[in-house]
C-alpha cells in the first residue's frame, strides 16, 4: 500500500492526548495500522508528551483519590470491550479492514446495512457518543459528494477504491485531514465504488443548490 497523504501534527497531537472524538480516535488508530510513518510520528509525540508530564510540579491528591480510581477499575467493563484481542485479529484479517474499525464493525464493509442516502451515495452510520458524526459513505463510479464547506474538522480515511478533489487524489490508506477552511467536492475516479470512513468534531455545512437539497437527507 502506497500511502500519500497523511495527518496534520494538530490531529497527530490531539489523538495522542486523548482529545479527539471517538470517531476521529478509531479514524486515526485504523490509519496507523496501515501507515508507519505515522506511528513513527505518534510515537515522537507520545515522547513529547510524556517530558511535559514529567516537567509538571506534582500536586497533592484529595485524601479520598486512591479509594475513587480504586472504585472505577472495579467496574464492570463496558460489554463491547470483553470481544478478546485475538477474536477482533481475526475480524481484521478476514474483513481487510484496520483493526481499530474491524473490532468496532465486526463485520465485513459488504456485510453491512447500508443506507441509501442519494443517487449512488449510501451511507452506514456508526452511532457513535460524542460530537459531530462517525459514518460509512459509499460512493459509486463517477458520482461526486455535493460540495460542502466545514464547521469544525473533518478527517477521511479511504477504504477502497480512490476519489479526486481539490486538494489531489485520495486512494485506500489515504486520509484527508481538513478544516473549516476548505471546500471541496470529491469525485470517485474509476470505475470502481469507494469507500471511505468519515468523522466529524461538528456537522458538515453543503453549499450549493445540490448540496442544500442533499443536506435533509444526509442529516448532518
Ligand atoms: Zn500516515
Known amino acids: 500500500m ?21 470517531g476521529m480516535a478509531v479514524l486515526v488508530g485504523s490509519h496507523l495500522h496501515w501507515c508507519d510513518e505515522c506511528r513513527e510520528r505518534v510515537s515522537q509525540t507520545d515522547r513529547i508528551g510524556g517530558d511535559l508530564l514529567e516537567a509538571i510540579e506534582p500536586v497533592a491528591m484529595e485524601p479520598d483519590a486512591l479509594a475513587s480510581i480504586m472504585a472505577l477499575i472495579d467496574q ?4 463491547q470491550k470483553l470481544r478478546s484481542l485475538s477474536s477482533d485479529r481475526l475480524d481484521s484479517a478476514r474483513t ?3 483493526l481499530p474499525l474491524a473490532s468496532m464493525l465486526g463485520s465485513s464493509l459488504d456485510e453491512l446495512d447500508w443506507r441509501r442516502i442519494g443517487y449512488g451515495v449510501q451511507q452506514y452510520d456508526l452511532k457513535l457518543d460524542g460530537p459531530g ?29 480512490s476519489y479526486s478533489d481539490e486538494l489531489g487524489r485520495f486512494c485506500v490508506g489515504d486520509v484527508a485531514d481538513v478544516d473549516t477552511e476548505v471546500k471541496h467536492q470529491p469525485i470517485v475516479d474509476t470505475d470502481e465504488e469507494c469507500i471511505c470512513l468519515i468523522a466529524t468534531d461538528a456537522p458538515l455545512k453543503f453549499t450549493g443548490l445540490m448540496g442544500r437539497l442533499a443536506q435533509p437527507f444526509i442529516g448532518l
Do not use: W
Open 133 to 161: 458524526a462517525t459514518r460509512l459513505l459509499r460512493i459509486a463510479p463517477g458520482v461526486s459528494v455535493p460540495h460542502h464547506t466545514h464547521r469544525g474538522n473533518e478527517l477521511t480515511l479511504i477504504l477502497r477504491g
Open 2 to 22: 502506497k500511502i500519500r497523504h497523511h495527518f496534520d501534527d494538530a490531529t497527530l497531537m490531539a489523538y495522542s492526548s486523548g482529545s479527539l472524538p471517538q
Open 96 to 98: 481487510g479492514l484496520p
Open 76 to 79: 464492570p467493563e463496558p460489554e
